[in-house]
């Protein structure tokens, strides 16, 4: 009854020439063997059960140790078909510094090659052998794994651990492509890995395995892993939990250092209760209703677009041709109260002292000659009477427009081409990068690369995750939208302009276009890159998506400038410089500012300086050096106007900008100090648009308190544009994903999507917030449309 007995060579802690026997057992499922082993003996356990080429069923073996501190491990070695799976006991697991981590219980799944026969009966074998001289006790029991096989859409509960890892099977059922496995658990630790593998064997299990083969992701309390059929030939699956032995990959703490370098740690209990469901995923109805979603929205602001410049347009023609017929009725009236013989001739010859209209048109003319950008003064009197000019209590437009037009077109057209050449040279190196991650992530099948709602990530092609991509389609769009409007108003002006007509010469703020096709471009540029970062989104490449929203902020912050300062806002050098040192601080933030006191006295410092630099470059205007003499004019200034004359500023209305901008800076630089926020890059995006937010607020208070008025469509664009930004935050805060914490603290963020089944909430905050750009660049675009017929010595500047 216990089978063959055989003699055998013994080596290893036996002697030479010694003598083994081999015992072999049939063994039954669901039954436990409790037996003993030796050096001097092995024993095979033998099983057979009935495949079925339409049933798979699970086969566990599992084996308990009941000896204490043993010399030598039992090995484990179960013989099947087409694999061989072996494991000692106690089974020694290693972590973070090669520790040890041993245990006495050990449960391991075998695999279940395919068959071709609609049924047959298999064999295979368990070996127990040791090298141990002392008789060692053990358990074994193979037992048969209910519900091994998944169903679709039904959540299936157990129980795992280090040492005992568990994987089930599943078959994609006709008509679906793509399904989402969903691993989750209501512990957050132990820390443990989630991987999709094919039909074949051996199973990689193992904490030290688990990573060689498939698709793996760390899970604290949830994992998900799209999966396509068009990946696994046979149309099935495994779906392989293991706990790991160490919870530092999911941001645990750090265990102790063993003393030696043979020491054995206690693992404690490390069992975790999880529960997997397979669910299908979208179809391919789904992935195009979403694109023709994101098309539509965006193609109806075009839409809109063109009907306002129609309906502004057949305005424009019906004011021209009521102007006509009432000038026709007044020229009537006054030939039948008067009689005049004739009509008079409508302009009176100007006096020589005043620039005519030809002298004008002349000048025009003469712009087609060719300018030197560095050529900015091109009257004598400029630097001459400048700081007389600049000084004015009160200076108006027409003070500050001095500068020949052409130059300063120039000028300004430097932004554009500047930021043209920085997309190029920007852009080309990311789409490598990106690509190179994507590639990277397809091949070692390792998803803790990329921070991705696992829970809303749509694949198509190489793609992870198309609709992260897709909804950043609205700032390319409307990014050109807005180019394709400022050209057409600079085409509108430049006819104006050739035509000689006087509320373009003389009315209204100087029109100067370079900064608001830089802003266009920016704009794409933000969705190109933003798309790029979302391809593997993480710590490294985080700044892809933030550059060209501190250029926007930037940009934005100098085109409010100049519409009051055109002779003397920043050159496109010292504008674009700035903006790259600020990129500057934000990558050093990123790799060095987390935890480093060091790094962020240094930002802290420099932050506040150049606030106050700026502070008083806007204050003067321009007219104060930074030399070795400035500490001392500036006691002087202190001392005299301030506490001898007892005299206030004599801009007040720049300096309550100033103050209060230095108070909102100042108190970022001390949060920034106290708190040393982990999203470096966030905080100083923060610090530009608060910053753009309190001027932009200035401005509208000036100009209100100033007596302009807000036209229609602007107005509108604001009330539209605060609205969209409200709900556009508050998708962005939503935090679907975080690179700040590990990639399994990451996933515990993951949502479902929340619009057509395709987009998220991270998507949305895309939606809104390219609307809310493209609105707020209609606003600085129209906001002074009030003043296209107030001479400019009326415009006052603040």
Known sequence: ??????????????????????????????????????????????????????????????????????????????????????????????????????????????????????????????????????????????????????????????????SQPQYFKYVFPDGVDTVIVKVNSDMNFPCSVMSIQDIQCPVYDLDNNVAFIGMYQTMTKKGAITVQRKD???????????????????????????????????????????????????????????????????????????????????????????????????????????????????????????????????????????????????????????????????????????????????????????????????????????????TVVNVTGNQDICYYNFLCAHPLGALSAFNN?????????????????????????????????????????????????????????????????????????????????????????????????????????TAYACLAAVIFFSVLGVVFGKGNTVFWIIFSVIHILATLLLSTQLYYMGRWRLDSGVLRRMVYIIYTDSIRQCSGPMYIDRMVLLVMGNIVNWSLAAYGLIERPNDFASYLLAIAICNLLLYFAFYIIMKLRSGERIKCLALVCILFTAVVWGFALYFFFQGLSTWQKTPAESREHNRDCILLLFFDDHDIWHFLSSIAMFGSFLVLLTMDDDLDTVQRDKIYVF
């Open 1 to 162: 009854p216990f089978g063959l007995m055989l003699p055998a060579r013994s080596c290893g802690s036996g002697a030479v020439g010694e003598t083994k026997s081999v015992v072999q057992k049939d063994a039954e499922f669901d039954v436990t063997y409790n037996d003993t082993v030796t050096s001097e003996n092995q024993t095979i356990y033998a099983f057979n059960h009935t495949v079925s080429r339409n049933r798979t069923e699970g086969v566990r073996v599992s084996v308990d140790v009941l000896s204490q501190g043993l010399e030598s491990p039992i090995l484990f070695v179960v013989r099947q078909k087409q694999a061989v799976l072996s494991f000692q006991v106690p089974l020694i697991l290693r972590g973070l510094y090669q520790r040890k981590y041993p245990y006495n219980h050990v449960g391991r799944t075998l695999c279940q090659p395919p068959t071709r026969a609609l049924s047959e009966t298999q064999y295979f074998f368990v070996d127990v052998s040791t090298l141990s001289s002392q008789g060692t006790n053990f358990q074994l029991r193979v037992s048969r794994v209910e519900s091994f096989t998944l169903q679709t859409d039904k959540k299936f509960s157990f129980t795992a651990s280090p």
């Open 232 to 438: 696994f030939p046979s149309n099935s699956f495994y779906v392989v939990v293991v706990v790991k032995t160490e919870d530092e990959a999911c941001g645990g703490p750090l265990r102790f250092y063993p003393l030696r370098p043979d020491e054995l740690i206690d693992a404690g209990n490390r069992s975790k209760i999880l529960d997997v469901v397979v669910t299908p995923a979208i179809n391919s109805k789904v992935y195009v209703m979403g694109m023709l979603f994101c098309l539509g929205i965006f193609f109806s602001f075009y839409l809109l677009t063109f009907l306002v410049a129609c309906l502004d347009n057949k305005r424009c023609d019906v004011l021209e041709q009521h102007s006509s017929n009432l000038f026709l009725l007044c020229l009537q009236l006054t030939k039948c109260l008067f009689s005049l013989p004739s009509c008079p001739p409508l302009l009176s010859p100007l006096p020589s002292s005043e620039r005519s209209l030809d002298s004008v048109g002349r000048s025009r003319q003469e712009s087609l000659s060719s300018v030197e950008e560095d050529d900015y003064d091109t009257l004598d009197d400029i630097n001459s009477d400048k700081n007389i000019v600049r000084t004015k209590k009160f200076l108006c437009v027409s003070d500050l427009a001095r500068k020949d037009k052409r130059v300063l077109s120039k000028k300004y057209q430097i932004y554009f081409w500047n930021i043209s050449t920085i997309a190029v040279f920007y852009a080309l190196p990311v789409i490598q990068l990106v690509i190179t991650y994507q």
């Open 469 to 573: 991509i897709l909804s950043n389609l609205g700032y390319v769009m409307l990014g050109l939208l807005f180019l394709l409007i400022v050209l057409k108003r600079d085409i509108v002006h430049n006819r104006a302009m050739v035509r000689n007509d006087l509320n373009a010469l003389e009315c209204g703020i100087p029109k100067h276009f370079g900064l608001f096709y830089a802003m266009g471009t920016a704009l794409m540029m933000e969705g190109l890159l933003s798309a790029c970062y979302h391809v593997c989104p993480n710590y490294t490449n985080f700044q892809f998506d933030t550059s060209f929203m501190y250029m926007i902020a930037g940009l934005c912050m100098l085109k409010l400038y100049q519409k009051r300062h055109p002779d003397i806002n920043a050159s496109a050098y």
